[in-house]
């Protein structure tokens, strides 16, 4: 039996797993470990975590940020101070296996088209709402790249050139307004304008505190400012959603990360107004909006399946 080991990196943990490429619903082995700071650091702990894992015969890694087709990681907004990294090198070099590297968004996708909610779909668009937005593109059953392996960033698409300012250095980035960062901006907006009581009392009383997950308790306790709000929000999902799907022509767009527990009470609002944002809808009913199902795992299992292709 072929093991395939995928490396998850993340700005907080480091996620290892271990599974057959041939049966990849079945996890053999799970690693958690704090990411380390500085270069050597990090690149010895994901050597431990796949020493863990077991006698492995390859090795995928996803990490945030651009990652050039030969695997330098070129720069990450989670791990500060890493730019011009060589992670493919390096990580041959310490375990001796093939190993290939992608952004941690496709290879978040690539799992969730493999054994979670885009099963066998051959064209499909997975966004992840955490922090930021992240989003892997796959078209004709294979990961958008691109010229340079930064495909799929879909979270610095412009949607507002005179938006508030994003970490890329730009100004009105999707991400911006559709992430977790986005919700709690509108939340401390309509908070500091005498709205959202229910949020406010939430967040201790001061509207300047108010975050994402205080609108979220709010929406599903039914408060009816949290759901205008929350209205809003998925109008700005809806909108990045939409021109994904009329640029791509995608027939599925699988949504993840930390807000996807709100469930239908955001994802119905994504669905009715995706209708107002794509180019002719009547001609995409069969495009379907769902959760992701593999939570933080995704992007592991992505890892690692990826790198059970390394060499071809």
Request: with cysteine.
């Amino acid at each position: 039996m072929s093991v395939a080991a995928g490396l998850d990196i993340g700005g907080t943990k480091i996620l290892g797993v271990a599974l057959d490429p041939d049966d990849p619903d079945t996890t053999l082995a799970e690693v958690r470990v704090p990411t380390p700071e500085g270069e050597e650091h990090l690149l010895d702990a994901m050597a431990e975590v796949t020493t863990k894992l077991g006698e492995v015969d390859t090795l995928g890694i996803g990490i945030a940020g651009l990652v050039e087709r030969r695997g330098v990681l070129r720069v990450s907004p989670n791990l500060p101070g890493l730019r011009g990294l060589d992670v493919l090198g390096e990580m041959r070099r310490r375990v001796g296996r093939p190993v290939r590297v992608h952004n941690d968004a496709d290879c978040a996708a690539w799992g969730e088209r493999t054994v979670g909610s885009a099963r066998g779909a051959d064209n499909v668009v997975c966004v992840t709402l955490g922090t930021g937005i992240g989003a892997g593109l796959i078209a004709d059953g294979e990961l958008v790249s691109g010229a340079h392996g930064f495909g799929g960033e879909a979270g610095h698409i412009v949607v507002d050139p005179s938006g508030p300012p994003c970490p890329c250095g730009r100004w009105g980035c999707w991400e911006r307004f559709a992430s977790g960062s986005g919700l709690a901006r509108l939340g401390r907006d309509a908070a500091a304008a005498g709205r959202l009581e229910r949020a406010r009392q939430l967040a201790g009383g001061d509207a300047s505190l108010v975050r994402a997950e205080h609108v979220s308790q709010a929406a599903v306790e039914g408060d009816e400012q949290a759901l205008a709000v929350m209205d809003t929000f998925a109008r700005w999902v809806a909108l990045g959603i939409g021109n994904l799907v009329t640029l791509l022509d995608c027939s599925l767009v699988v949504v993840g990360g930390g807000l996807v527990v709100l469930g239908d009470l955001l994802l119905d609002r994504v669905r009715d107004a995706f209708r107002v944002d794509v180019m002719s809808p009547e001609e995409r009913l069969d495009v379907r909006i769902v959760a992701a199902s593999l939570g933080d795992r995704a992007g592991a299992i992505g890892a690692a399946m990826l790198g059970s292709r390394a060499g071809e």
